[in-house]
Each structure stands twice: as C-alpha cells, then as structure tokens.
C-alpha cells in the first residue's frame, strides 16, 4: 500500500513536470497572441466605444474589408483565457460582450501609458532571432544580436530606418512609464539641480517632462547622432548627439534609463567615469533608473527583472540585469563610492550617486 502511494505521487509529481514543460515550451504563443491583439489594435477599438461590445463589433472595425471572425474568436478566447479582456454574456441574451481589464488598458495605443510599442519591438523578427542563439553563445561565447545579423543593435538600427522607429517608439513608451514612476517617487531630488544630461535619452521624452516640472532646469537629451536626429523639439531641452564613451556634456546631474544594463562591466566602468567628468565633485550626482535583480524576490516585477536579464542576452553586447552587490561594485570603480536605492513603482528602481 505504501509502495503504491509513492507511485501514485511520483506519477503525479511527472505529470504536473510534464504540464509545467508544455507551458514553457509554448510560452511563445503568449507574446504572440499579444502582438496580434496590438496589432488589431484590439483594446483600442473596445475603448472607442466606451463599453464592452460583441465580436462582430471588434470585427467590423478592425482595418481589413474581410477580417476573418473564426480566428478572431480564437484569439479572443485565449486573451480572455489569459486575464487580458473579460467576456460576459449579456442579461438579456445575445452575443458575447469583450470589455477591457486593467492589463489590456496598457495595449492602448493612444493612452497616455502604453506598452503597445514596446511589444510590437520584442516581437520584432529582428529581436526575436538572437534567441535562438543563446546556446551557440554557451558553446562558442560571443553576442547573440551578432550572431543573428553580424553587427550589434546600434549598427542595425543605423541602417535600417523602419527599425529604428519602431526601436525608439519603445524607448520612448517605456521612458514616459519609468519618468512618471520617477516624478512621483524622487520629487525633491530634482529641486536643487540647474542643468540635467539625460545619457542615452532616445527621443528626448524623460527629459522632457523632467523639464516640464521643473522649469528653472536646463535639459539636455544626448544620444547617438542619428537618434537624436529625429527627435521632436522640446521647450527647455536641447538635443545633443555623441557618443558616452568618448565625453558626456557637464552638467549638476546626469540621468541615466535602461543604459547601464546594456553594457558589460568594463563598459559600465567607462560609462560611469566619463559621468564623473562631467559633474562637479562636491554637489554633482548620477541618478541611475534600472533594474535591481533579486533572484529570491516575490514582488510583481520581480520575475519580469530576471527576464529582462536574458533580453539582454538577447539583443545587447555583453549586457546584464545586475544584482545590488554587483551595482554597489560598479558604482565604486566608476567612481561613486556613495549610493543609495529608492523605490519606485516600476519595473525599475533609482539608484541615486554621488563621486563624494
């Protein structure tokens, strides 16, 4: 009997394994059917008509003259499946009403807080080959991104315009979520500073509404030349194009999103140093937003972080999420001994430093 117990256990525990495998196999399909849904422009259209509505009424909106309903029920059915719109049936009867949640509010395209950008680049052919090199890179070592298209992201997004819009659509997206993450966590961090060099701003955007809430600071967006060369005129900003490992502008601060996880540590090192350059000892500081990895954490975003460890795998040359030990490390060799943490509700935290 208890010879027949175990097996009873051992047979279930290989099971759920089993399941668990199918679901990491096909894990794919859920980044898939959401690009398909942004692409439809799916939440958009329920959101236009201020309330749930039928299939046929998502249909007869979306931009074709014969969209196919079946797939469309299909697909629906699988984004409701995963939490992402509701499906109810009406009280009197009747065809199915989809709504949205609070997940799919971020599909909007023209919401003021959309990841809608975001997804269609992670789902991007280009972005999505570099992973099926990673085990070439164990074997060999290497950069998956260089492996898939033999040049690094940078040197791909130069020459090829219609990636580079869709490249800097999603900073763009991402930089507003972080940048209102930001203002609301670090109001008095801003209040003392002149000038602001945003490192690797993309657009302009973050620097932009940094700006736009405190007036009396002189900002400046610097990135590479043909990203700033389209980027849109803002008041109190000005664009500046170079490169952050030749020289960074001076300015009191210097603001660095996402930039730091895409480099190595040596690059970092660098990075870190031509900011020490630019910012005056006594009162200047770097104000880093990025991710802090905690491999045994249990918040929200936590899971999405060590994720975000293998995009960078993915697409950057050597970059890394980083632990607070290998940050703290970083930061002391680039030349800020002193730190300090500051929560956000985000993706990412402020990692807030000081050459003194």
């Known amino acids: 009997m208890v010879g027949g117990t175990q ?23 859920d980044s898939m059917a959401l690009k398909c849904a942004v692409e439809l422009r799916i939440a958009d259209i329920i959101h236009s008509h201020g309330r749930p509505i039928t299939l046929s009424q998502i249909a007869t909106c979306i931009d074709s003259p014969s969209p196919d309903i079946v797939y469309l029920a299909r697909i629906m059915r699988f984004l409701v499946h995963a939490k992402l719109f509701t499906a109810a049936a009406p009280p009197g009867g009747g ?8 997940a799919s509010k971020w599909l909007l395209r023209d919401g003021e807080l959309s990841l809608a950008p975001m997804i269609i680049m992670e789902n991007h052919p280009s972005l999505t080959a570099p992973w099926h090199c990673f085990a070439a890179c164990v074997k060999e070592g290497g950069i998956a991104f260089e492996k898939a298209h033999n040049r690094q992201i940078w040197d791909f997004a130069s020459g090829n315009p219609e990636f580079n819009k869709i490249f800097n659509e999603a900073m763009a997206c991402t930089a507003k979520i972080s940048i209102k993450a930001v203002m609301a966590a670090y109001k008095d961090g801003f209040g003392r500073i002149g000038s602001l060099v945003d490192v ?11 700006v736009k809430a405190y007036p009396h600071i002189k900002g400046v967006n610097f990135d590479l030349p043909h990203v700033v060369a389209t980027a849109p005129a803002y008041d109190g900003v000005s664009h500046v194009g170079g490169d952050m490992f030749e020289s960074i502008p001076c300015a009191d601060a210097i603001f660095m999103k ?21 910012i005056l000892e006594k009162t200047g500081k770097i104000i ?14 936590d899971k999405t972080r060590m994720v975000f460890d293998l995009v960078m795998m993915a697409h950057a040359s050597h970059g890394k999420e980083r632990t607070e030990i290998e ?4 930061l002391e060799e680039g030349g800020f001994p002193r730190y300090r943490i500051i929560q956000i509700p985000s993706l990412q935290v402020i990692i807030e430093a000081y050459p003194v």
């Open 7 to 29: 097996n009873d256990d051992e047979a279930e525990l290989m099971l759920q394994g089993q399941a668990e495998i199918w679901g990491h196999m096909l894990a794919f399909a």
């Open 200 to 210: 690797g701003g993309g657009t302009g955007g973050a620097v932009a509404e940094v």
């Open 95 to 102: 065809e199915t009403l989809y709504g949205l949640t609070p």
């Open 288 to 301: 880093i937003v990025d991710a802090v990895i905690r491999p045994d954490g249990d918040d929200p975003f």
């Open 327 to 330: 940050w703290k490390r970083l």
């Open 258 to 278: 996402w930039i730091l996880h895409d480099w190595n540590d040596e690059d970092c090192i660098k990075i870190l140093k031509n900011c020490r350059k630019a």
